[in-house]
Nanobody, 126 residues
């Protein structure tokens, strides 16, 4: 069974930084795309950053210029560097993946992702 495991969440003051990581296991060769989503209580899950195995990226406007998604040499590993955090960034952050070849920029739609992690909490205090 495919597993996605997130790590790196925690509490930080406004203006600070955090780096999230996600490892995909039992997924074979990760030729596809991976993404980070977040969800706050009472809000819909929001796609914020995605990357293909070829390195193409897409960001939501809410994080553009502050967050950076990257992948390790092992493309089953993806990171999310989050800078200049503010209270609106507080949420549960989820890693998602689809092992399917993709041309062009990756999607941020929830429906495009087949596998999901359990999430890691990020809390930003003002």
């Amino acid at each position: 069974e495919v597993q996605l495991v997130e790590s790196g969440g925690g509490s930080v003051q406004a203006g600070g930084s955090l780096r999230l990581s996600c490892t995909a296991s039992r997924i074979g060769s990760m030729d596809g795309f991976m993404a980070w989503f977040r969800q706050s209580p009472g809000k819909e899950r929001e796609g914020i950053a995605a990357i293909t195995s070829a390195g193409s990226t897409r960001y939501a406007d809410s994080v553009k210029g502050r967050f950076t998604i990257s992948q390790g040499d092992n493309k089953n590993l993806v990171h999310l560097q989050m800078n200049s955090l503010h209270s609106d960034d507080s949420a549960m952050y989820y890693c998602a993946a689809t092992p399917q070849e993709w041309s062009g920029r990756p999607p941020l739609a929830t429906a495009a992702y087949r596998y999901w992690g359990q999430g890691t909490q990020v809390t930003v205090s003002s």
